[in-house]
């Protein structure tokens, strides 16, 4: 049973529900609105979704885009068509995606924040949308391996990166890099939140990325 906390776990979050099957889509935002208090607003194309590039991340909208029948091209279509900063001033996660397409690594690395596969039962779903709302990327932890791995092979090192990093900086990387929230690393610092996402966004402009996946990707290569 769905607890009364969980229902308003996303009171003030809007969430944008973008695909053709008016119908279904229009259900599902029914659902998502009853069980986590989110805003849905459904659309078969982008042009509902409204951003602010200046935003706080906690302020995003979460974009849900159906894949229902689409194939990688039409995937990226889609999402081009929504505009160029899409992808950083919105999360954007895919559903009803096809688990044979396999696009799941190159859209990690464009920033799409998570997946929610067509056999799919109603609790990832929610559970997902919770925790990108958090912050958090809904993937699989192969997939994240795969990921860290070609960075790995790819990146080069900026000179001095690491280096311009405090030591505490470098201690929170190193948790944010293995998944740790927030709020468990300000318990094992015995310090508030809001200085551990003082530090974080301090982290994110030296490095030069911009979230805890492009994060956890440099992390791997340089710490």
Known sequence: MQKDEDRGACNGKLVYIIGPRSLQNDLLAFFLEQK???TCVTGEDFSPVR???QAAPEQRPLVLLDCHGKDLEGIWGDIESGGRDILSEAYVALFNLDPELKVEEEAVIR????????PDSQEPLLKGVRAIFEGEFWVSRAIMSKCIGQRREQDV???????RLTSRETEIL?????????EEIADRLC?????????????????????????????????
């Open 157 to 163: 090192i900026a000179p001095g990166a690491v280096t």
């Open 174 to 182: 190193a948790m944010v890099a293995v998944g740790i929230k927030n």
């Open 36 to 38: 986590t208090g989110a």
């Open 51 to 53: 951003v602010d590039a």
């Open 111 to 118: 920033n799409i924040r998570g997946f929610f596969y067509e």
């Open 191 to 223: 310090i508030s939140p809001h200085t551990v996402k003082t530090h974080i966004y301090n982290i994110f402009k030296k490095i030069s990325v911009p979230n805890r996946l492009q994060a956890a990707l440099w992390a791997a290569k340089h710490l």
